[in-house]
C-alpha cells in the first residue's frame, strides 16, 4: 500500500511565522504535488517536483516555496504566514511513467491567527 | 470557463439505489481520467481510473468515458449510508500533461 504522511494534521500559526510543512512518501515516487483546498474553490495545486532538487510552481505559488532534497521527503514553506493562507493542504505522490495516478496524505488543516 | 466540471450537488439517493455521477471536461487531448472520493475532514482517497472509452467495472463502482462527448461519469450499485462524501473527478493529459485537473467535487448522500 502506498503511504504519504504529513508531520501534522492541525497546525495553528500566527501570522508572519515561518511554516513548514513536511511530507513523506514510502514508495519511491518521482512526483510530488502540494494542494491546497478550500470550500468553492476545489483542490488547487501550489508546487510540484519530478525529482531531487527539482521543482516546478503550480497554480498558485504566490507566498509559498518548497524543498525537496530527498526523493521521499517534498516540504512546503509559508515564509510569512499570513491569515489568507488558512487552509487545508495535501500532499500527494505519484510515478512519474505509465500512470498518472497519485496518492494523497491525509492533510494538515492550517490556521493562522 | 473551468476545466473539469461537477455538479456540486448535494445529489440525494436512498440505500441500495444506484448513485450517477458525472464530469465533463473541455481538453479533448485529455487522455487519462480519475474518480476519488473524500469523506468531510479526511483527504481524497482513489476509487478507480480509466483511459479508455467504454465502462470499467470495480465492485460496486463502475466508471464510464466517452471522449467524444468529453464526459466521464460514476456509477455506484448498491449504494450504502458509507458511500455519502464528496466524489472528485480529475483529468490529466494534453494541456496539462501529467498534472491532475480537479473538478469542484459532486457531493452524494445516501439515505437509509
Known amino acids: 500500500d502506498v503511504k504519504v504522511t504529513q508531520s501534522s494534521r492541525y497546525l495553528v500559526k500566527r501570522t508572519g511565522e515561518k511554516v513548514f510543512l513536511e511530507c513523506v512518501q514510502d514508495?519511491?515516487?518521482?512526483?510530488m504535488f502540494w494542494y491546497r483546498q478550500d470550500p468553492g474553490l476545489g483542490l488547487r495545486l501550489i508546487y510540484f517536483?519530478?525529482?531531487?532538487?527539482?521543482?516546478e510552481k503550480g497554480d498558485i505559488p504566490e507566498g509559498y516555496s518548497v524543498s525537496r532534497e530527498k526523493k521521499e521527503r517534498f516540504s512546503l514553506i509559508l515564509e510569512s504566514a499570513s491569515t489568507n493562507q488558512t487552509s487545508m493542504y495535501l500532499c500527494?505522490?505519484?510515478?512519474?511513467?505509465?500512470?498518472?495516478?497519485?496518492?494523497f496524505g491525509p492533510g494538515t488543516r492550517l490556521t493562522v491567527l | 470557463q473551468k476545466e473539469v466540471e461537477q455538479n456540486s450537488g448535494p445529489l440525494s439517493v436512498p440505500e441500495g439505489a444506484i448513485a450517477s455521477l458525472n464530469c465533463t471536461y473541455s481538453?479533448?487531448?485529455?487522455?487519462?481520467f480519475f474518480w476519488y472520493r473524500q469523506y468531510s475532514g479526511k483527504s481524497p482517497e482513489l476509487i478507480m481510473f480509466?483511459?479508455?472509452?467504454g465502462d470499467k467495472e470495480d465492485g460496486r463502482f463502475t466508471a464510464q468515458l466517452n471522449k467524444a462527448s468529453q464526459y466521464v461519469s460514476l456509477l455506484i450499485r448498491d449504494s450504502q449510508p458509507s458511500d455519502s462524501a464528496t466524489y472528485l473527478c480529475?483529468?490529466?493529459?494534453?494541456?496539462?500533461?501529467?498534472?491532475?485537473?480537479f473538478g469542484g467535487g459532486t457531493r452524494l448522500m445516501v439515505k437509509p
Open positions: 500527494a505522490s505519484g510515478l512519474y511513467r505509465g500512470t498518472d495516478t497519485q496518492y
Open positions: 514508495m519511491d515516487h518521482e512526483n
Open positions: 517536483s519530478y525529482d531531487v532538487k527539482m521543482k
Open positions: 481538453d479533448r487531448g485529455s487522455q487519462s
Open positions: 480509466i483511459y479508455s472509452n
Open positions: 480529475a483529468v490529466s493529459g494534453g494541456n496539462a500533461g501529467n498534472m491532475l485537473t
